[in-house]
């Protein structure tokens, strides 16, 4: 049921994504695509889970996502970051442009700058932080409540 519970947030959260993509018109930046990233790998660990239906692995799946949402949350927390210009972004989207001095300079500068820059986004929420942080805790009471209490010892131990 947890897999379950995984498998249908991710899934609204990228779906959500790609709506306001392709039928929205709103254009990701290079960050918005690289936080899709866990979403996927969230969505393919709690369908496998799902298919394969073992009990006792459950603590780890859970443990597994919680990694998998850490690493979301990171992303973006570093995504708002650059949008609030708290941090530097990558240099491919969000960098100032340079003088080009010579024809073909210009031409490379136009040809590898992104469409959609990182640090001035079009729309603003802090959702997907938002969201995954949620997930993260969802799924870290998830593995405390059926861990074993040496499993959660030792994740205790590992996290202090």
Known sequence: MFAGFVLVASAAVLGGALASQYWGGLAPCELCLLQRWPWGAAIVISFVAIMVGS???????AL???AVFVVS??????????????FAGPNACSGAATAADTL?????????????RCDEPAWSLWGNFLASLVMTGCCLAAFLQSAKPRERAAFRRGAA
């Open 64 to 66: 597994l996502l919680v």
């Open 73 to 86: 949350s990171g992303l973006a927390f570093y995504h708002v970051g650059v949008e609030r210009h708290w």
């Open 104 to 116: 073909e300079a210009l031409k490379a500068q136009i040809l590898h700058q992104q469409p959609v």
């Open 55 to 61: 009990r006792p692995a459950f603590p780890r799946v």
